[in-house]
């Protein structure tokens, strides 16, 4: 049964560096065609694509908030984390990890999220 | 970026209608879409991928359909649960990006 759960502070203040863990079960990240990502929604918005990180350590990350996000996995402990430095209130959010997958299609690759997505962890930035 | 705008941001229907959600993407990314359900305080639910393949366990009702730049998501008889909003996402190209949401309410 695959289940993902995220865990991290639920305020910070501004300039401070949230980290966020995700700890999964049920898959491995050292599968190949397997990705963790993360997804945030701040109240009142859409959702947001952050972070991936794939089976084989490589990475992608939103441009926009590029400089201030690292991802990294702890295979071993089935976590991945998210750390975003410099935060300020329009972080605030709740933060949702997803595993992703490669599926083939009429010969052509699909990256998806697949359910179940983690619970989500509210985060609020404030002084 | 490749921009997702999803068409109307918000919708009235009563239990039984018939619902279609549109998505227009920039830029050309082929069948490369999903859609998703997202309840107030619930994590998103993944319905469809490759703009019409549905996920397991996604009642038949949801279908969706488009290429290219033009997408829908049709609820053929809307259901109470159904009541949420919906996103749509486009997976051709990093960075990955979705759409403003619709909003169906009773």
């Known amino acids: 049964q695959i289940s993902l759960k995220e865990s991290g502070p639920t305020l910070v203040k501004p300039t401070q560096t949230l980290t966020l863990t995700c700890t999964f079960s049920g898959f491995s990240l050292s599968t190949s065609g397997v990705s963790v990502g993360w997804i945030r929604q701040p109240p009142g918005q859409a959702l947001e694509w952050l972070a991936l990180i794939f089976w084989d350590g490589n990475t992608e990350y939103s441009p926009s908030l590029k400089s201030r996000l690292t991802i990294t996995k702890d295979t071993s402990k089935n976590q991945v984390v998210l750390t975003m430095s410099n935060m300020d209130p329009v972080d605030t959010a709740t933060y949702y990890c997803?595993?992703?997958?490669?599926?083939?299609?009429?010969?052509?690759?699909?990256?998806?999220?697949?359910?179940?997505w983690g619970q989500g962890t509210a985060v609020t930035v404030s002084s | 970026d490749i921009q997702m705008t999803q068409s109307p941001s918000s919708l009235s229907a009563s239990v039984g209608d018939r619902v279609i959600i549109t998505c227009r993407a920039s830029q050309d990314i082929t069948t490369n879409l999903a859609w998703f359900q997202k309840k107030p305080g619930k994590a998103p639910k993944s319905l469809i991928y490759?703009?019409?393949i549905s996920q397991s366990g996604v009642p038949s009702r949801f279908s969706g359909g488009g290429y290219g730049t033009d997408f829908i998501l049709t609820i053929s008889s809307l259901q109470p649960e159904d009541f949420a909003t919906y996103y749509c996402?486009?997976?051709?190209?990093?960075?990955?990006?979705f759409g403003g949401g619709t909003k169906v309410e009773i």
């Open positions: 996402q486009q997976y051709y190209i990093y960075p990955l990006t």
């Open positions: 997803v595993r992703r997958l490669k599926t083939i299609i009429r010969g052509f690759d699909h990256w998806i999220f697949s359910d179940p």
């Open positions: 490759a703009a019409s």
